[in-house]
């Protein structure tokens, strides 16, 4: 595929095509853990590292989306866990296993809880002692990975485990090994896929949760922009229903 603007929209819609005929299962299995958990009064709690990070910005706190939902960010072990800022200094932050218990309990998830996870590789340390924990505390996990990449690396964590291998649903983001799409004939890739199919599948559910609870004769918790008259209110009103839960920062 040729290395141009116009090469990469004609290879992420070939991704984004199949997605769109091969996911629609596990999209519609994901969708509905989420209303079951939201039904018990549960939250939507998602959590992604580095640029999967960006999923769970994508699912809790935006315009268009669920109200009841949380983001767990590495960030949250200095903002809420008192460590020293410079832990974050860490590159490889995410391959340490030690960050998962703090950060769950961080999070102050209750029992009928739904947890997102996001990871292309799906084989870090922080990432799979997490799925372990959530597994192990009795919540349903939803990931978001890479089948053809994770499959294709090692894990690294003790246990020998992938995201993939402890989730209760698997959705595919369709990207590539090593996630860059666009081959250079000098070696490598350039534009790679999982931000724009991951923040595909993020909507792909809300979509189908939003479908299932209006079809059901309810409404649906839904944030409006903040930046339209009566955002504010309307956001606020229904963050009320979670006082103490849902935790929104700059």
């Known amino acids: 595929m040729t290395v141009t603007a116009h090469g990469y929209v004609s290879a992420i819609q070939t991704v984004i095509d199949r997605i769109a005929t091969t996911q629609v299962g596990n999209v519609s299995q994901a969708a509905d853990h989420i209303v079951t958990a939201l039904r018990a009064g549960g939250l939507l709690q998602a959590f992604g590292t580095g640029h999967s990070e960006a999923v769970a910005v994508d699912f809790a706190g935006r315009a268009g989306g669920l109200v009841p939902t949380n983001k767990i960010l590495l960030r ?15 590159e490889k932050l995410e391959r340490d296993p030690r960050i998962a218990a703090q950060l769950y309990e961080i999070a102050a998830p209750r029992p009928e809880d739904v947890f997102v996870m996001a990871s292309q590789s799906g084989i870090n340390g922080g990432i799979v002692e997490m799925a372990l924990l959530i ?24 246990s020998g485990k992938r995201l993939a291998d402890i989730a209760d649903v698997v959705l595919d983001n369709g990207a590539p090994y090593g996630d860059a799409l666009l081959s250079l004939d000098s070696g490598g890739a350039v534009c790679p896929v999982s931000s724009v199919t991951n923040a595909l599948m993020a909507q792909l559910v809300v979509a189908e949760v939003v479908r299932r609870i209006e079809a059901a004769g309810e409404v649906a918790p839904v944030y409006l922009s903040a930046n339209v008259p009566g955002g504010d209110e309307h956001n606020h009103t229904l963050e009320s229903r979670y006082a103490g839960r849902v935790r929104r920062t700059a």
């Open 135 to 158: 597994k192990q505390r009795g919540h349903k996990l939803i990931a978001i990975t890479s089948v053809e990449h994770t499959e294709r690396v090692s894990p690294r964590h003790p």
């Open 76 to 90: 949250d072990l200095v903002v809420y866990g008192g460590q020293d800022p410079q832990i974050l200094e860490d």
